[in-house]
């Protein structure tokens, strides 16, 4: 049986998964300006919306990684047992990048 979370928890969730949406949508936007520049550092001022859009990123890294600290991570070790929270970090570094 799983644990009903506290309304907070669920709460944070849903705005973790919707800032999901934007953070990958960024990470996407800018995945081609970061390697354009990493090619021939001279282009970076054609790349006027990359400041913007950098910062925006990094915002939203900063408010979601202290959602997860703050709310979540704490939610998963109190109601989540050690099995579950295996599993959870399993699916967590399949996720990475590789």
Same mark, same amino acid.
């Given at each position: 049986?799983?644990?009903? $979370? +506290?309304? !907070?928890?669920?709460? @944070?969730?849903? @705005?973790?998964? /919707? ?5 990958? *949508?960024?990470?996407? =936007?800018? &995945?081609? +300006? =970061?390697?354009?520049? /990493?090619?021939? $550092?001279?282009?970076? #001022?054609?790349?006027? #919306?990359? $400041? ?9 890294? /900063?408010?979601?990684?202290?959602? !997860? !600290?703050?709310?979540?991570? +704490? *939610?998963? %070790?109190?109601?989540? &047992? $050690? ?11 399949? %996720?990475?990048?590789?």
């Amino acid at each position: 049986m799983l644990a009903r $979370p +506290p309304q !907070e928890v669920v709460d @944070a969730l849903g @705005a973790m998964t /919707r800032e999901h949406v934007e953070i990958e *949508a960024l990470l996407a =936007w800018l &995945s081609e +300006p =970061w390697a354009a520049i /990493r090619g021939e $550092p001279e282009r970076r #001022d054609s790349f006027r #919306d990359l $400041p913007a859009a950098s910062a925006r990123l990094e915002g939203l890294f /900063r408010s979601h990684l202290a959602s !997860e !600290e703050a709310i979540v991570f +704490p *939610a998963v %070790r109190a109601l989540l &047992s $050690p099995e579950a929270q295996a599993d959870v970090a399993r699916e967590i570094r399949g %996720r990475a990048p590789k």
